[in-house]
């Protein structure tokens, strides 16, 4: 199993307790992991599921990641996928966004339609960031459910 370390840019072989880890996470479906690169000894974040892909290492987390979908009806969370051309999606609905501000632009859409979303994000000069867990409504999920109905 080869990875490429995102700090040292190097391609190294995954050790055999690095491997296990890798496979049993992509069984979970883990989207994050942190592996320590045997060169630099750095540690950095993995996506296990595209581990198979030329490309292996994602960036540090990005801010924004962790943020609610913006669509109506969807409570889904946000990953920053860092590939060739990196991107923001959605693990629930699989909405895709390609620039940042196109994200940023559909939850502003979205909190001037459903005012209790703003209580998920917190606001940044420069866009969101998701508001801790337990600052949530508490009935957010059924909320969001009932956008469908509406
Ligand atoms: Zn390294
Ligand atoms: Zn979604």
């Not at 496979?23 to 060169?39: G, L, W």
């Not at 693990?91 to 939850?107: I, Y």
Request: aromatic fraction near 10%; charge should be negative; hydrophobic fraction near 35%.
């Amino acid at each position: 199993m080869k990875i490429t370390c995102h700090h040292c840019k190097e391609e190294f072989t995954a050790s055999n307790e690095q491997s296990a880890f890798i496979t049993a996470s992509k069984v979970k479906n883990m989207k994050f992991i942190i592996i320590e690169c045997p060169i630099c000894y750095e540690s950095f974040h993995l996506d296990p599921t595209a581990v198979d892909r030329p490309v292996t290492a994602v960036s540090e987390l990005a801010d924004e990641d962790g943020l609610r979908c913006p669509n109506a009806g969807c409570f889904g969370i946000i990953s920053f996928i860092e590939e060739e051309k990196p991107f923001w999606g959605c693990g629930e609905c699989g909405t895709v966004w390609n620039k940042k501000s196109e994200l940023f632009q559909d939850v502003k859409i979205s909190i001037e339609k459903y005012p209790y979303r703003a209580e998920v994000y917190k606001k940044k000069r420069k866009g969101f960031i998701p508001a801790a867990l337990e600052d949530e409504p508490e009935d957010y999920e059924d909320l969001v459910l009932a956008e469908l109905n509406k």
